[in-house]
Nanobody, 115 residues
Framework: VQLQASGGGLVQPGGSLRLSCEAS????????WGWYRQAPGAQRELVAR???????TYADSVKGRFTISRDNAKNTVYLQMNSLKPEDTAVYYC??????????WGQGTLVTVSS
């Protein structure tokens, strides 16, 4: 499975961004889609994920502000980020896990929240 993430950039506090991650190859095997992030000097952490059945999970820090969604026709998962805060600054990584529990990662896209 190959993942291509896009949509990062510089945004002011309170602003919005939408990240996209398109998958290709082995798509039928994907069971869970997710977004993770890694801030400088910090460990990579789960931001949000959506299962094959559509159930979603969010980190407490983003609940009510971020929304993960999936477009099966486009093989793409999105992360809509609203009310962004400086502490959301990080490299965001797309992740999928297949039915055989193999994980794949995208290349990362930088989100910077700053005035």
């Amino acid at each position: 499975v190959q993942l291509q993430a896009s949509g990062g950039g510089l945004v002011q506090p309170g602003g919005s961004l939408r990240l996209s991650c398109e998958a290709s190859g082995g798509i039928q095997s994907i069971y869970v889609w997710g977004w993770y992030r890694q801030a400088p000097g910090a460990q990579r952490e789960l931001v949000a994920r959506i299962s094959h059945g559509g159930s979603t999970t969010y980190a407490d820090s983003v609940k009510g502000r971020f929304t993960i969604s999936r477009d099966n026709a486009k093989n793409t998962v999105y992360l809509q980020m609203n009310s962004l805060k400086p502490e959301d600054t990080a490299v965001y990584y797309c992740n999928v896990v297949t039915r055989s529990a193999v994980a794949y990662w995208g290349q990362g896209t930088l989100v910077t929240v700053s005035s």
